[in-house]
T-cell receptor
Framework: AQSVTQLDSQVPVFEEAPVELRCNYS??????LFWYVQYPNQGLQLLLK??????LVKGINGFEAEFNKSQTSFHLRKPSVHISDTAEYFC????????????FGAGTRLTVKP | DAEITQSPRHKITETGRQVTLACHQT?????MFWYRQDLGHGLRLIHY???????NKGEVSDGYSVSRSNTEDLPLTLESAASSQTSVYFC?????????????FGEGSRLTVL
């Protein structure tokens, strides 16, 4: 099974600043990669996913992520954040052949300040 | 719109009592999952099911059980609640045919064991 490390537990930024949330995973097999977002007192929802093809993936709310196979990373970026982006973000690699084998990172709490 | 609902949203119980958390989805998904979310751990898989009468243990299954008698429901039972089971529990579902693995989450059930 793969493991996943989210390198920052908390990321405070000012509104309209760029942000990068880092995710590294380890796996000996092909993986799919996901980012989920959790707004306060809600469940998780899909932000974006990488299955195959282009390594730059665009998601909802202006977020994007780049799959880097050589560095086993899948960092999430947004060029200009809004107050409404304040949430917990989870990176989740999944083995390409095993639907249940999705592991979640510990999460990164993004706080956008005015 | 299809959805996945959890009940109760909040529950306080005492050590040793049996507790059941309900999960109901109208996506008609074959796959259903239970996770627990704890600070610093992200989401950890408790049990999962790939269809009616199918149940499987996840990485933190001790003290929990599930049953799948129909497609829509996967109740999670704590046979004898312990303080270590104080957590937020999330139910999720996904399609069986695709290997994309996207999970659809409920809004969570916060359980406190005193």
């Amino acid at each position: 099974a793969q493991s996943v490390t989210q390198l920052d537990s908390q990321v405070p930024v000012f509104e309209e600043a760029p942000v990068e949330l880092r995710c590294n995973y380890s796996s000996s097999v092909s993986v799919y990669l996901f980012w989920y977002v959790q707004y306060p007192n809600q469940g998780l929802q899909l932000l974006l996913k990488y299955l195959s093809g282009s390594t730059l993936v665009k998601g909802i709310n202006g977020f994007e992520a780049e799959f880097n196979k050589s560095q086993t990373s899948f960092h999430l970026r947004k060029p200009s954040v809004h107050i409404s982006d304040t949430a917990e973000y989870f990176c989740a690699p999944q083995g390409a052949y095993n639907n249940n084998d999705m592991r979640f990172g510990a999460g990164t709490r993004l706080t956008v300040k005015p | 719109d299809a959805e996945i609902t959890q009940s109760p949203r909040h529950k306080i119980t005492e050590t040793g009592r049996q507790v059941t958390l309900a999960c109901h989805q109208t996506w008609n998904h074959n796959n259903m999952f239970w996770y627990r979310q704890d600070l610093g751990h992200g989401l950890r898989l408790i049990h999962y099911s790939y269809g009616v009468q199918d149940t499987n243990k996840g990485e933190v299954s001790d003290g929990y059980s599930v049953s799948r008698s129909n497609t829509e429901d996967l109740p999670l039972t704590l046979e004898s609640a312990a303080s270590s089971q104080t957590s937020v529990y999330f139910c999720a579902s996904s399609e069986m045919t695709g290997l994309s693995g996207e999970l659809f989450f409920g809004e969570g059930s916060r359980l406190t064991v005193l």
